[in-house]
């Protein structure tokens, strides 16, 4: 199957952590489409190649994807707004990102793509949603072999934070090679721990110039020495990152900070206490402006009394050091805590490649993760 004709669409891309994982497969982004100029804002800069689109999806048609992408679409992914389903929200069924699900498949059904991949919260699978899912899978059940859902945590393909997503993939019925669960297990692994991930980000590290990003804080490993596996598959060849700006608190917060343990729960703030040998609980995206600029609890860092800077956040869900995110802090945590953790993505990715039985070159990082076992 000729490559370039194997042209993948990203639906709500945000900063394309979903993205991110699909390139770590092998596989080449066409167009990506959001209607969140911020969220999306680094976009373009991670994936110079795919063309980002500024539209409501519930007003794009599949006429005007294969107009933009100059030809048939071969996979379609994306995940649809969570936060009408989260089972940490309110759950409002009058919320109207609920009705952007129906939308993703109605898409799916008028492009006809060889698969599809559906990542939300789990608790899209909760009864009183489930009719929304439902309606949506309704428009493909008859062309598609749909596995899922299924709910997976990133911890169990390697990443270093625990954060279940609920995964419903379709294969077109013509290909005969619906997925299974072997083709997904066979891309789990033991997840990293936070130590694993972000240690070699403490210390000898200097800031430098921001070159052709303004706006941002650029730094640079500068001690030598073997990073974890984890961290050299996501460290950039130059060893130079940006997003690593240290909040800094006042004395009555680094004094409380000083006292929570490894693991436990600041009980003022709610923020939880990174252990080195365990996970980071799951990032939060918090709200925007809209809807009332709420700012995400960020977990304190396992051995200094601050909370984790970006780029910590960003290791720790499995975004490689190139990545960029957004000038400031708070909109950097909102793409992070919106986002697929990329290695949960390129192992998904990885397992439709195997089952549709591609051969294709890694076009990012995934080496460390997209090891099949045995």
């Known amino acids: 199957m000729d490559v370039d004709a194997m042209k993948l669409v990203e639906l709500f891309c ?37 063309k980002l689109h500024h539209r409501d999806v519930s007003l794009l048609t599949g ?38 699900l129906v939308h993703f498949f109605r898409l799916v059904a008028e ?45 169990d393909f390697g990443a270093a934070t625990t954060r279940n997503r609920m995964f419903v993939i379709g294969v077109r019925k ?39 990003l303004p706006g941002f804080d650029r730094w640079k490993i500068v001690r030598r020495g073997a990073p974890t596996d984890y961290a050299r598959s996501l460290r950039s060849e130059t060893r130079e990152f940006t997003g690593h700006r240290i909040t800094e608190h006042t004395a009555a917060v680094i004094q409380r900070f000083s006292k929570v343990l490894p693991g436990g729960m600041d009980k003022i703030g709610r923020h939880p ?13 918090g709200t925007g402006a809209e809807r009332g600029s709420y700012q995400s609890v960020r977990p304190i860092h396992p051995d200094f009394h601050r909370v984790i800077t970006v780029r910590e956040a960003a290791r720790l869900q499995g975004f490689p050091d190139w990545h960029v995110f957004h000038p400031t802090v708070w909109h ?39 090891q099949a076992a045995e």
């Not at 990715?349 to 294709?360: S, V, Y």
Request: a negative charge; hydrophobic letters at 40%; glycine letters at 12%.
């Open 14 to 50: 945000g900063t394309g952590g979903f993205s991110r994982g699909a390139h770590a497969a092998g596989f080449e982004v066409a167009a990506a489409y959001d209607i969140d100029t911020i969220l999306s804002s680094s976009y373009p800069h991670n994936f110079p190649n795919t």
């Open 174 to 212: 013509d290909l005969q090679a619906p997925l299974t669960d072997a083709d997904i297990e066979k891309y789990k692994r033991p997840a990293a721990t936070v130590q694993a991930a972000i240690a070699d980000l403490s210390g000898a590290v200097e800031l430098v110039e921001s070159g052709d």
């Open 273 to 285: 206490r990174l252990a080195k040998g365990g996970l980071c609980p799951t990032l939060r995206a």
């Open 63 to 100: 006429a005007e994807v294969r107009e933009h992408v100059g030809g048939e679409v071969f996979g379609l992914f994306g995940g649809p707004p969570c936060q009408g389903f989260s089972d940490i929200g309110r759950r409002d069924k009058a919320d109207p990102r609920r009705g952007l």
């Open 111 to 155: 492009l006809e793509p060889a698969f599809f991949v559906m990542e939300n919260v789990r608790g899209l699978a909760y009864a009183d949603a489930k009719p929304v899912l439902d309606a949506g899978l309704d428009l493909v059940r008859h062309s598609y072999d749909v596995f899922g859902p299924r709910i997976w945590n990133a911890a």
């Open 332 to 370: 950097s945590f909102r793409m992070i805590g919106n986002s697929v953790s990329p290695i949960m993505s390129g192992a998904v990715f990885a397992a439709i490649r195997d089952r549709l039985g591609l051969t294709l070159p890694s076009t990012d990082c995934g080496g460390f993760f997209l």
